[in-house]
């Protein structure tokens, strides 16, 4: 399996600017998660969704960030505009839902705001 | 509702063990434990399912004490490969996502 898929992996983008991180679970898992990882903050939940329907976004910094799942197999996590306090490195995990089953990461997007 | 590890940060020599606990304030369903490498996404390492449980992965083990809340994670005879920042991952009833702890960062040096 190639595991989860994210891309970009880099960013690098101006204050101001709309960004859009993408990832592809891995495939037969049903729930999906965005987490944003700073040294401050360490590994922050934004959002999930589970069967492609999101579940808790009580996570999301502000209205400026929006996510979606249209299918299965892929969701968007969306910055418009993005700020330099957005620099972070972005990861989607998936698993399948369910209280036994193991969570994987994808590589994550490191973004950087100037 | 953030479980919480400790040490926060621990240097170990080659060859010395080491254990880092994840405590929560709430029953637990299941602890994940993940490595994470500088520059790396977190790696899944085991899970634990049930009090009393204990798991192995390589010379790296797991428990889980249900009643007291927590889990430990043991590391044994480290090699500088075991480098890193542990991190647990707290499961709660209701179907809700994993809630991470802030990590413990682990230094191996020769």
């Known amino acids: 399996d190639a595991g989860v898929i994210q891309s970009p992996r880099h960013e690098v983008t101006e204050m101001g600017q709309e960004v859009t991180l993408r990832c592809k679970p891995i495939?037969?898992?049903?729930?999906l998660f965005w987490y944003r990882q700073t040294m401050m903050r360490g590994l922050e939940l934004l959002i999930y969704?589970?069967?492609?329907?999101?579940?808790?976004d009580s996570g999301m910094p502000e209205d400026r960030f929006s996510a979606k799942m249209p299918n299965a197999s892929f969701s968007t996590l969306k910055i418009q505009p993005s700020e330099p306090r957005d620099s972070a490195v972005y990861f989607c995990?998936?698993?399948?839902?369910?209280?036994?089953?193991?969570?994987?990461f994808g590589p994550g997007t490191r973004l950087t705001v100037t | 509702q953030q479980p919480v590890q400790s040490p926060q940060a621990v240097i170990l020599r080659e060859g010395e063990d080491a254990v880092i606990n994840c405590s929560s304030s709430?029953?637990?369903?299941?602890v994940h434990w993940y490595r994470q490498k500088h520059g790396e996404a977190p790696v899944f390492l085991m899970i634990?399912?049930?009090?009393?449980e204990q798991k192995g992965h390589e010379k790296i083990s797991a428990s889980f004490n249900e009643k007291k809340q927590q889990s430990s994670l043991y590391l044994t005879a480290s090699q500088l490969s075991y480098s890193g920042t542990y991190f647990c991952?707290?499961?709660?009833?209701?179907?809700?996502?994993?809630?991470f702890g802030k990590g413990t960062r682990l230094s191996v040096i020769a």
């Open positions: 495939s037969g898992h049903n729930s």
């Open positions: 995990a998936s698993r399948l839902a369910g209280r036994f089953n193991e969570q994987y």
């Open positions: 634990l399912l049930k009090g009393g």
């Open positions: 969704f589970n069967n492609n329907v999101p579940i808790d």
């Open positions: 991952g707290t499961e709660y009833p209701g179907n809700t996502p994993l809630v």
């Open positions: 709430k029953a637990l369903y299941s």
